[in-house]
């Protein structure tokens, strides 16, 4: 499962809420994406899954940032 969840117009912790619980159902090598236009989300992110076997990857496109979390 390689899913992408709109987090657009959310603030957080909605966003790091539902990358936690789409991450619960990801196999190893399967990804979900977060699209924000929040930049605090980012940090929410890391911070939230500093601990998780996982990759983050992070692309900022004009002011909406795609947050890739790969499940390791």
């Given amino acids: 499962m390689n899913s992408e969840i709109d987090c657009i117009g959310l603030f957080c912790p909605i966003p790091v809420i539902k990358a936690k619980i ?3 159902n990801l ?3 399967e990804s979900i994406t977060i699209v924000t236009d929040h930049s605090c989300t980012q940090q929410g992110i890391l911070e939230a899954f500093k601990n998780y076997n ?3 990857d992070i692309e900022d496109n004009a002011g909406i940032w ?3 979390i790969t499940k390791l």
Wanted: glycine share 0%; aromatic share 24%.
């Fill in 22 to 24: 789409a991450f619960k």
């Fill in 27 to 29: 196999n190893s090598y």
């Fill in 54 to 56: 996982c990759r983050i």
């Fill in 66 to 68: 795609y947050i890739r």
